[in-house]
């Protein structure tokens, strides 16, 4: 079942990245610009959820899908931890952010 889970979060990242790319095209030049490393950091997200299999648990999964505004989380996560850098550490962010939300 942990295929079909990995596939709803790359599904539900990709989703959210369609409608922050959408929102952003509104927005003046200067704008976007200022948000250049919010841009390539939600990018990078959600290249790892499609080209990477997450080390997670069902109930993690499950619990990652039920939010609200994933992206936004990790990208907050991403931001406020300096510790991660890598392409690798987006797995650690998403496992932290269930790890510490997740009732199990």
């Not at 509104?26 to 997450?54: F, G, H, Q, R």
């Not at 080390?55 to 609200?68: C, N, P, Y």
């Amino acid at each position: 079942m942990s295929k079909i889970l990995c596939d709803s979060l790359y599904d539900k990242i990709k989703s959210e990245h369609q409608q922050f790319i959408t929102e952003l095209k509104t927005k003046p030049a200067n704008d976007i610009i200022l948000s250049a490393y919010e841009i390539v950091t939600k990018n990078e997200i959600m290249l790892y959820c499609e080209n990477e299999d997450p080390d997670l648990t069902d109930e993690q999964f499950r619990f990652l899908l039920s939010r609200l505004a994933l992206l936004d989380e990790l990208y907050e996560y991403w931001c406020s931890n300096g510790e991660l850098t890598s392409y690798d550490d987006i797995g650690i962010a998403l496992k932290e952010i269930a790890k510490t939300s997740c009732w199990y």
